[in-house]
């Protein structure tokens, strides 16, 4: 088993590496808080056992003698008693939420979890990795002050006493779990807060000082200056449990350095033994060098559900991918689409309400995109109702959004990156990815807003001509399939009349404002590696697809910036400042790891479901998409560049 490989190791609980800081000592405090809350003593925790049991080891092994451990996990939650889980914690999941069995990832999780071990977990998306944490979190800081668990606790509480942390990349996720988190605790006295970027600081800071903390749920930037201003008054010497969310995602940049600022400023582990837990549905090879400074590694486990072999994506949901002829069809096949989804699900009484999230990877195209759907509904060209989030929003309009697409039975949402990780939409039935996402687990976790909890749905893959390479590296051994169903993915537009749904995106991007357009047409240079070919491609967009005379104006200094070669561009001496757009993902560490065999972290990396093709694997000859449109557009086609089928055996050629 694995956790035997970490027996050999001699590195002592919490001393890890550059992101702890100098021991400190233990203050009278934090010796009162340090109450062991597992119930059996395993050979393994030899090391973690000295700094762990400290004064109350005599205690810990009565009552280990008195509450001897299952012999099996506990796979029913109101069996936690068994396992000392507070009654109130598990009335609020049974009684309040309606949950009796656990999830395979929450039963793996939550049994060692208990026992204080650090962890490491990978469950596909959907599957209920935030109670797997949130659970054991919230006992362990019972466990350690039994006082929180009555209801006066709430009025004791205090902003510099926060007794757990969870971090999340994204406002919306770190929301979400705070629901949660305070549907969970709404029998005890904990008291849950969340912090998050693009909020009023001082009103979150003048609402915790005032209501106190105990479990606080943050973004990286924002827990960060928090902890690092001397005035705010957030402190937390008592730290018994620091989550990290879609932990592979706090590896973008900036986040890792927050995240060690953030580390630096927390008691030091070898005088306040923490709970570490990281979780994801994807574990890329640098999460492990994540896991080696963050958890103990003479006492952590890595908790794997999805078997070898197996995909990170649902089998339930099928995936499509349509490649597009030019940008310019990308519209008119996404309304071909929608339209046709929407319509079978209310043509059939049995299947679920339309719900759609589309994403785009620039939030300006999230904003062209959210203009021409909100023109669609108002002229009655769709009946179904459409929400944006993107991050030029503000944070109020982006969780009203959120919130109003949560409660939609049938709705679209228009998305950046934003709510690709961990957001719960009920009863999404269609993702719609559009364009090559940044990266495979993004292609992942997007999807993975549908067919959450078991039920149904699917995915499609919109791919403009410049994508098609790169998305079938990316995305090979996935068990995707190529579909020819949308008649405008193919449509010519080179001359005379437009088709009618071409037509429909002309007359409504002519009630867009000219700057949305123009910034739309920039940020799709951002990642493109293919900027000649797409330059020629947009500019037969902008000019049929628009009706512009010409594409938006760009600067000669952008232009060679960008390294976009001046043909088919239209350059203007003054930039007309449609500034370059990022988007939301941002770029990502390619940090590799030690190969050391003594390590034990590299079982982990082994056990980490990829489901990345053997890196040996070449092209196998893909379907080659024949020409239809009268203009120029990129190479590839007809390429046998495609991988034939993926590792699993699950999908067909594309
Ligand atoms: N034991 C359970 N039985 C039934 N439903 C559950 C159970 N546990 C959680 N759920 C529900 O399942 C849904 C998905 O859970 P959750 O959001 O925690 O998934 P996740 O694995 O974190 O997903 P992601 O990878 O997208 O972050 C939620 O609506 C949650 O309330």
Redesign the pocket.
């Known amino acids: 088993m694995f956790r035997q490989a970490l027996r050999s190791c001699v590195r002592p609980a919490g001393s890890l590496v550059s992101l702890a800081r100098a021991p400190t000592g233990l203050s009278a405090v934090t010796r009162q808080n340090l109450r062991p809350v597992y119930r059996s003593v395993t050979p393994l925790k030899s090391i973690a056992n000295t700094y762990r049991l400290y004064s109350d080891e005599a205690a810990a092994v009565q009552e280990e003698i008195s509450h001897p451990a299952p012999a099996r996990d506990v796979v029913n939650?109101k069996d936690l008693t068994q396992v000392g889980v507070h009654g109130s914690l598990i009335d609020a999941i049974v009684r309040d939420?309606g949950?009796?069995?656990?999830?395979p990832?929450?039963s793996k999780t939550i049994n060692p979890a208990l026992k204080g071990t650090d962890i490491v977990a990978q469950?596909?998306?959907?599957?209920?990795?935030?109670?797997?944490f949130l659970l054991p979190m919230l006992n362990r800081m019972i466990s350690e002050d039994p006082t929180l668990a009555s209801r006066g606790a709430s009025r004791r509480a205090r902003s510099d006493d926060i007794r757990g942390i969870i971090l999340s990349p994204t406002r919306e996720l770190a929301e979400q779990i705070a629901v949660?988190a305070r549907r969970l605790t709404r029998n005890t006295g904990l008291v849950v807060q969340s912090a998050v970027g693009g909020t009023n600081k001082t009103q979150m800071l003048r609402q915790t000082q005032r209501q106190g903390c105990h479990l606080l749920v943050a973004t990286p930037g924002r827990l960060n200056d928090l902890l690092q201003d001397t005035r705010s008054g957030i402190d937390a010497p008592n730290l018994a449990a620091l989550v990290l969310?879609?932990a592979d995602r706090m590896l973008d940049v900036g986040f890792e350095q927050e995240l060690n600022q953030i580390i630096e400023q927390l008691p030091d582990p070898s005088t306040k033994v923490r709970q570490t837990m990281l979780?994801?549905?994807t574990i890329p090879d640098d999460v492990i060098r994540l896991a080696r400074s963050m958890v103990r590694a003479d006492d952590f486990e890595f908790v794997q559900t999805i078997p070898e072999n197996e995909s990170l994506t649902h089998d339930k949901v099928p995936q499509n991918v349509v490649p597009i002829s030019s940008w310019a069809n990308v519209f008119p096949t996404l309304f071909e689409l929608l339209d046709r989804e929407a319509a079978k699900t209310a043509e059939n009484p049995d299947s679920p309400p339309f719900k759609a999230i589309v994403y785009f990877n620039t939030t300006s195209m999230v904003e062209l995109a959210g203009e021409v759907a909100f023109s669609r509904k108002r002229e009655g060209l769709s009946n179904v109702s459409s929400f944006s989030i993107q991050s030029k929003l503000t944070q109020v309009q982006r969780s009203r959004a959120a919130e109003m697409f949560r409660k939609a039975r049938s709705a679209i949402l228009l998305s950046s990156d934003v709510t690709a990780?961990?957001?719960?939409f009920?009863n999404v039935t269609h993702v719609i990815q559009v364009d090559v996402p940044r990266s495979r687990e993004d292609y992942i976790?997007r999807l993975?807003?549908t067919g959450?909890?078991g039920k149904e749905g699917e995915g499609w893959l919109l791919l403009p001509p410049q994508g098609v390479q790169s998305a079938r590296r990316m995305l090979a051994g996935l068990p995707i399939k190529q579909n020819a169903s949308l008649e405008s993915a193919e449509a010519d537009i080179g001359a005379g009349d437009l088709p009618p749904l071409h037509q429909q995106f002309q007359d409504l991007s002519r009630r867009v404002p000219r700057n949305i357009l123009g910034s739309a047409y920039t940020s799709l240079f951002g990642a493109s590696g293919q900027k000649q070919e797409l330059a020629r491609d947009l500019y037969h967009w902008a000019t049929r697809g628009w009706g512009w005379a010409q594409p938006p104006g760009v600067s000669a200094k952008w232009a060679h910036q960008m390294n976009i070669p001046a043909s088919h561009l239209n350059i203007q001496d003054r930039s007309q400042n449609y500034s370059r757009d990022r988007g939301d993902g941002g770029d990502r560490f390619s940090g590799s790891d030690q190969d050391e065999s003594s390590d034990p972290f590299e079982a982990m990396g082994r056990q980490a479901r990829s489901d990345r093709p053997p890196p040996s694997r070449g092209f196998q000859g893909g379907r080659g998409y024949g020409r239809s449109g009268g203009h120029s557009r990129s190479g590839g086609y007809g390429r046998n560049d495609g991988y034939r089928r993926d590792r699993n055996s699950q999908s067909s050629s594309w």
């Open positions: 939650f939420m949950y009796e069995s656990m999830t990832v929450q469950a596909k998306t959907g599957t209920g990795k935030t109670i797997a949660e969310d879609e979780v994801s549905a990780r961990g957001m719960d009920p976790h993975g807003r959450r909890q």
